[in-house]
Nanobody, 125 residues
C-alpha cells in the first residue's frame, strides 16, 4: 500500500518562501503522476499542480509564476517550491499519487489513489 508523507510547512509573512517535500513509500514512484492539492478550512480541496514522471507539469493559474513543482524519481521525492507567498495561499497542503498521466487525471481528487496527511502553510499579511 502506497504511503506519502509531507513536510516543510510553516508560518511566513506575505512575500516569503517555503519548500514543501513529499516522501513516497510502497509504490513505484517513477510510474506515477504526482500532485499537490491544498485545502483551507471548510473549503473544498483544490488542485495546485500535477507533475508526470518526465517532469511535464500542469499548474493552476493562481500560482503560476510563483510555485514550482519538481520530483526526484531516484529518491521517490516530490517538492513544491513556493515563492512570493500570499495570505490566500494559507492552507493545508497535500501530496497525492495517481497511476495515470496528468493529462488524463487532471487535478480531480477521485483520480488520485494515495494521499499524505498534509502540512500546514500559514501566510500572514
Amino acid at each position: 500500500q502506497g504511503q506519502l508523507a509531507e513536510s516543510g510547512g510553516g508560518s511566513v509573512q506575505s512575500g516569503g518562501s517555503l519548500r514543501l517535500s513529499c516522501a513516497a513509500f510502497g509504490f513505484d514512484f517513477s510510474r506515477h503522476s504526482m500532485a499537490w492539492f491544498r485545502q483551507d478550512g471548510g473549503q473544498e480541496r483544490e488542485g495546485v499542480v500535477c507533475i508526470d514522471p518526465d517532469d511535464t507539469t500542469k499548474i493552476v493559474d493562481s500560482v503560476k509564476g510563483r510555485f514550482t513543482a519538481s520530483r526526484d524519481n531516484a529518491k521517490s521525492m516530490l517538492y513544491l517550491q513556493m515563492n512570493n507567498l500570499e495570505p490566500d495561499d494559507t492552507a493545508t497542503y497535500y501530496c497525492a499519487a495517481a497511476d495515470l498521466p496528468c493529462r488524463i487525471v487532471g487535478l480531480r481528487l477521485h483520480t488520485f489513489a494515495y494521499w499524505g496527511q498534509g502540512t500546514q502553510v500559514t501566510v500572514s499579511a
